[in-house]
């Protein structure tokens, strides 16, 4: 069965300082990687996904086929970045089906 | 385009009461999505519809249903609520297998 999981429920780091959001999965497939952010109360929206290799608001996330890891890395925090993330795994092999990580809590301290 | 939007926001039941959350999507979206979000459980699926007139139970079905009413609606009920149900429900949409979900502003639940 797909899986995705995020070790770190609360990851605290100073602004200025780089974050690293951890990501694996399982799955013995191509899956499609997504990063999904969510600030406080507000709607989850799309970080970035895997296929586009973009950086959205300097986060940037490499696919690891080897290691089965999606880690979510941005070198200079910002305070503005606090918010809960989730990492998300789909596959056209199994339809329909979105699976979400357990979600990290990133806090950024002044 | 509203996106996705959710009605009720708030809603605050009783035991035994029912209830039907409401979403719809304007952006041609073939697939449809209801999960619900606990602390430190994350995002699990309850239902979805890869499309319309089609539903499948996700990871947490049970005291759930859905009806795909149309293209743009999927609703979500609670026949007989408890207070376990209490929590954020979140519906998303998404166009082909490998798309971004896009998610509505969720609906705040509370079963007492």
């Known amino acids: 069965a797909q899986r995705v999981t995020q070790p770190e429920k609360l990851l605290s780091v100073f602004k200025g300082a780089p974050v690293e959001l951890k990501c694996n999965y399982s799955?013995?497939?191509?899956?499609?990687l997504f990063w999904y952010v969510q600030y406080s109360r507000q709607r989850l929206q799309l970080l970035l996904r895997?296929?586009s290799r973009e950086s959205i608001k300097g986060f940037t996330a490499d696919l690891n086929k080897g290691e089965t890891s999606f880690h979510l890395k941005k070198p200079f925090a910002q305070e503005e970045d606090s918010a809960m993330y989730y990492c998300a795994l789909s596959d056209y092999n199994y339809g329909q089906n979105f699976v979400f990580g357990p979600g990290t809590r990133l806090s950024v301290l002044p | 385009n509203a996106g996705v939007t959710q009605t009720p926001k708030f809603q605050v039941l009783k035991t035994g009461q029912s209830m039907t959350l409401q979403c719809a999507q304007d952006m041609n979206h073939n697939s449809m999505y209801w999960y619900r979000q606990d602390p430190g459980m994350g995002l699990r699926l309850i239902y979805y519809s890869a499309s319309e007139g089609t539903t499948d139970k996700g990871e947490v079905p049970n005291g759930y249903n859905v009806s795909r009413l149309n293209k743009r609606e999927f609703s979500l009920r609670l026949e007989s609520a408890a207070p376990s149900q209490t929590s954020v429900y979140f519906c998303?949409?998404?166009?082909?297998?490998?798309?971004?979900?896009?998610f509505g502003p969720g609906t705040r639940l509370t079963v007492t």
């Open positions: 998303a949409s998404r166009q082909g297998a490998l798309n971004e979900q896009y």
């Open positions: 799955y013995s497939g191509s899956p499609e």
């Open positions: 895997h296929i």
